[in-house]
DNA sequence: GTGAAAGCGCTAACAA
DNA sequence: TTGTTAGCGCTTTCAC
């Protein structure tokens, strides 16, 4: 049964029959090919029966003798991450000056990881992957490079692909340790993100480095494998209240585990930041909201998905370069979370 | 300058190529083909080497001939609304069912809202469209409707148009509001939407019928017009406060004013919930990161999703049927951001 | 049980 | 300056 809906559309034959020229004429005159010359008064009539019939290429059509389907395929693990529309805001601007469509896929099981990948690029439907996700199998992305499909990995590292973009995550915790630090802290715990991933690592390398540089000593009892959801946080930081050693500052992997640890502390009946200070990373309305609001380090996010896409378009149109670009942190931001560690030489502000 | 990435994909003519029969033979043994019958030994070989060679239909051209895309258009305003990945994800679910991929996109000015839907229908890059967009001008959507397109509103209400999916809003307004009344609460403010939206417009309804049902006067002075975002809340609030009048309550028509007022009031200096309460509308994880967390109306947001896709793909697949539904609330979650009236006769919880 | 052929709407090499 | 033609990869009617 064929549906009517879909065959009405106006179609590159309709404009030319309505002009009285031939279908190839049209397009070249729609498409604004410069090789070739047309009358002027033709170029006119074409353009005017064009509009007229509200003309649009089919893209389908279009992208099979192209071969290309003029859309970008971004994997997201978790849109409830509030880092994510920002990273998505610079990849939709930058494949909007080259015409191209960003199809975002919210792939939180691993399956369905592989299924999309796999499918997405094979059955044409896009023309090159961005990567937000943070669990996917190295070997999935090995094989993507062997078929030479352009992938782009954002705020991720692998090795085999045609490239990763990330933020210096290890720049942004010493930026966030350093903060705690000069405050006079030095029991800083570290809420960590699952140490599989490249960017949790990255995060507790930077940890480690700022307390090195700092002169305090690094203590793997303050340090708390979780994860990067807000649930994660809580149970991380749960644990680490179950073990009893001291602390007067947490630095979070992430946003949602901030959150989450600060739950927990005023559920356990200390105050922030009078008893202990918390830093979080990345910024997001969400940080301003909280109570006090967080203290950040902040990222460039949107230039990082803006980036990402510039770089994964060049990969299309056939370069042969292999990207690897780390943005430098935008500084901290600092809120009403951090304050001056209990007892420290530093007054205590407000009081 | 051909791009070698994209020409190495395998063919419905390399597999048919390697077994030895025709392509079409091919087609109809990887369709499954209910109607036409192959030899057992055929039909094993043609799999076994769709395998081997890793096939997968190109979807530009299968969709060229037959006249689909299999993608879905989803128009969002705002990725940083914690409403929406609960729609998206019913969305995506229901068009995975059938096969189809969901194209989300953001369309935050009102230009693009427009270029979107032209172009993605028109260019035949979707098959049908939802639109979650509040702001969508009537025009717009009366042209589709012209056309004949299929597009879905969620969340919004609009004639002429292949139909709604709406979640019960002036319900889901009583319970918050009949939730304060019985707490006690006489002078009950509310932070409304832009009242030129129908979400805006049915949540203030609801608030009225609440108040009337519980013997309440209404008193437009307590009603204050702001956005959907947090800033616009953090303004209402603001406006509200300069006002001078008597509350001891909020409705806030959303989570992100609610937490915008939240946030304005306690830099006034207001205690939360002793000297006011608030609810919200709508759940999400920040709800219950808020200090304290908040009281809120839950609805089914990715049901919603959900059946409006459903909705579309039967609108796509020719049927004639309007989709008109409103999904009841699905109840209040009570937390820590309301109490009993100051002076009620209610005994305020935990004093 | 399987193949041949047409055609979806577009672009581009080649002709005229 | 413009038209003719072939073909992108697929599905499907019709023939054998």
Do not use: C
């Not at 005159?29 to 290429?57: F, G, H, K």
């Amino acid at each position: 049964m064929e549906d009517k809906r879909l065959s009405r559309r106006t179609t590159l034959r309709d404009v030319a029959r309505l002009v009285g020229v031939d279908r190839s004429t049209v397009s070249r005159v729609l498409r604004a090919d410069p090789a070739i010359s047309v009358r002027e008064e033709t170029r006119a009539r074409i353009l005017a029966a064009a509009r007229q019939l509200e003309y649009a290429p089919n893209s389908l059509a279009r992208g099979l003798k192209l071969r290309h389907s003029f859309t970008l395929g971004l994997l997201i693990p978790n849109l409830a991450n509030p880092v994510f529309p920002e990273i998505i805001k610079g990849a939709e601007d930058a494949a909007r000056e080259r015409d191209y469509l960003v199809l975002l896929t919210h792939a939180d099981d691993q399956s369905f990881e592989e299924r999309v990948l796999r499918g997405l690029l094979q059955q044409g439907r896009v023309d090159g992957l961005l990567l937000a996700t943070a669990q996917i199998q190295d070997t999935v992305i090995a094989e993507t490079r062997v078929n030479h499909a352009p992938v782009i990995l954002v705020n991720r590292r692998a090795d085999g692909t045609g490239g990763y973009i990330i933020t210096d995550d290890a720049a942004g915790a010493r930026l966030a340790v350093d903060h705690l630090a000069r405050l006079g802290h030095r029991r800083i715990a570290h809420l960590a993100g699952p140490l599989f991933t490249d960017t949790a690592l990255r995060r507790l390398q930077g940890y480690r480095q700022s307390l090195r540089q700092n002169g305090l000593d690094y203590d793997s009892a303050l340090v708390e494998e979780s994860g990067f959801t807000m649930e994660e946080g809580l149970q991380g930081m749960q644990r680490l209240l179950a073990r009893s050693i001291p602390f007067t500052a947490i630095f979070a992997v992430n946003l949602p585990v901030a959150a989450g640890a600060m739950l927990v502390l005023r559920e356990a009946g200390w105050r922030v930041p009078d008893d202990v200070s918390i830093v979080g990373f990345h910024d997001a309305p969400l940080a301003q909201m909280m109570t006090p609001p967080l203290t950040v380090v902040k990222l460039p996010l949107y230039e990082m998905g803006y980036r990402a896409t510039k770089a994964l378009l060049r990969l299309i149109d056939g370069a042969a370069e292999t990207v690897q670009e780390i943005l430098p942190p935008l500084g901290l931001i600092e809120r009403g979370s951090t304050a001056a560690a209990p007892g420290a030489d530093r007054t205590r502000p407000g009081i």
